[in-house]
C-alpha cells in the first residue's frame, strides 16, 4: 500500500513568511495526525482530526497555526506568521482505528 | 499527564551482542506503551505496543519489549544486535490506543560492527 505523503520534503521561509504543509494519508484511514518534531526532541501533537473533524488540538499554537481536513482526506497544516523557533520537522501520520500510526517523512522547515 | 523518560540520549553496541534501549513511564490508569523506530530524514515506523496481557511483547525486525508494571519501565531489547539496527528510537505513552500519545526524546542508537 501506498505510505503516508507528504510536500514539501523542505521549505526555507524567512519569519514572519506564510508556509503550508500538505499531507495524503493513506487510503481509508480516518484518523490523521500532525506533530512537530524540534531537533533533538520526540514528536509533539499538534493537531488529530478524525475524518473531518478535530479530535485534539490542545497543543496548537492557534495563534499562528492552523490545519484542516476539508474533505475528511488530505490534510494542509498552515502557519501565519512564522517564528525562529517554529524551525522543525513536521510530521503527519494516519491510522486506522486502534492501529498503529504510519507516519510520512516529514517536512523539515527552517525559518531564517 | 502520561509522560515517558529515555535516559540515555546515546546507547553503543558491538554487532551481534544484545541490546537494551530504556524507557520509563508516568501515566494515571492502565498505560498504553510504544516503541517507534527512525532513519535519517525519515518517518517514525512502529515496532510495537502494549495494551494488556503477557509483558513480553515481541515487534518487527526482532526487537521485543517488557512491561515491568513494579518499575513503570518499557525497555526495548534485541538479543543480537545488527549494524542495520542503527537509528533513533522512541518510547511513548497514551491513555489509549492512539490518543494523545507523548513520545520520549529518543535514543541514539549505534551498532559497530
Known amino acids: 500500500e501506498a505510505g503516508v505523503a507528504q510536500s514539501p520534503r523542505y521549505k526555507i521561509i524567512e519569519k514572519r513568511q506564510s508556509v503550508a504543509f500538505w499531507c495524503n494519508p493513506i487510503s481509508g484511514h480516518a484518523t490523521l495526525y500532525w506533530y512537530q518534531q524540534i531537533l533533538g526532541q520526540g514528536p509533539k501533537l499538534l493537531i488529530q482530526f478524525q475524518n473531518n473533524g478535530v479530535v485534539d488540538d490542545s497543543q496548537l499554537p492557534k495563534d499562528r497555526f492552523s490545519a484542516e481536513r476539508l474533505k475528511g482526506v488530505d490534510s494542509t497544516l498552515k502557519i501565519q506568521p512564522a517564528k525562529l523557533e517554529d524551525s522543525a520537522v513536521y510530521l503527519c501520520a494516519s491510522s486506522l482505528d486502534n492501529q498503529p500510526q504510519h507516519f510520512g517523512d516529514g517536512t523539515r522547515l527552517s525559518i531564517l | 499527564a502520561q509522560s515517558v523518560a529515555q535516559p540515555e540520549d546515546q546507547v553503543n553496541v558491538a554487532e551481534g551482542n544484545p541490546l537494551t534501549v530504556k524507557c520509563t513511564y508516568s501515566?494515571?490508569?492502565?498505560?498504553?506503551l510504544f516503541w517507534y523506530v527512525q532513519y535519517p530524514n525519515r518517518g517514525l515506523q512502529f515496532l510495537l505496543k502494549?495494551?494488556?496481557?503477557?509483558?513480553l511483547v515481541k515487534g518487527s525486525y526482532g526487537f521485543e519489549a517488557e512491561f515491568n508494571k513494579s518499575q513503570t519501565s518499557f525497555h526495548l531489547k534485541k538479543p543480537s544486535a545488527l549494524v542495520s539496527d542503527s537509528a533513533l528510537y522512541f518510547c511513548a505513552v497514551g491513555p489509549n490506543n492512539n490518543n494523545d500519545m507523548r513520545f520520549g526524546a529518543g535514543t541514539r542508537l549505534t551498532v559497530k560492527p
Open positions: 501515566v494515571s490508569g492502565n498505560p498504553y
Open positions: 502494549y495494551i494488556t496481557g503477557d509483558n
